[in-house]
């Protein structure tokens, strides 16, 4: 390809997923480290060489994983970068899904609730409600929060 060094291939593109948009944000910051691209590798990552905080402390930078398992205990299914509050004290977070980027929020102290009583959305929908869903399944952000970790290079 023109502008390549002989011999040199580009090296493949991975589609823009929760774990891409997150590791592209963490490699602009400094951050040096390998995984496979998923969010559990991103999980591993940044779980073992980074520190865990509340997620009622996070602040703007830091990851926040959830678990979107059936069964409710395998973190790391899923992944946002934490932007601030929301009014209402809500976690806001950057993620990507569906193909899009999206701006969300996620309440760990108001799991099941959607909105508070202002009408102000306080848990975003991270898995969409489907007729067969057993009974018990997990659809906000809020009930599916399982780690916020705070990375510095």
Known sequence: AQGQA???KSPPKRPMNAA????SSLRDRGL?????G???ALYSYATQSHERVNAQEARPGDLVFFDTSRSGNQCGGHVGLVQGF???GALRFRERRDGEERSSVADPLRPGQR?????RVVNTFIRPRKPNDPPGTRYYAGQMVCAVVRVTP
């Open 6 to 8: 002989k011999g040199r």
């Open 20 to 23: 891409t948009l997150v590791e």
């Open 32 to 36: 040096r480290f390998g995984t496979d």
């Open 38 to 40: 998923t969010v559990k």
């Open 86 to 88: 929301a009014p209402g």
């Open 115 to 119: 909105r508070d009583e202002d009408g």
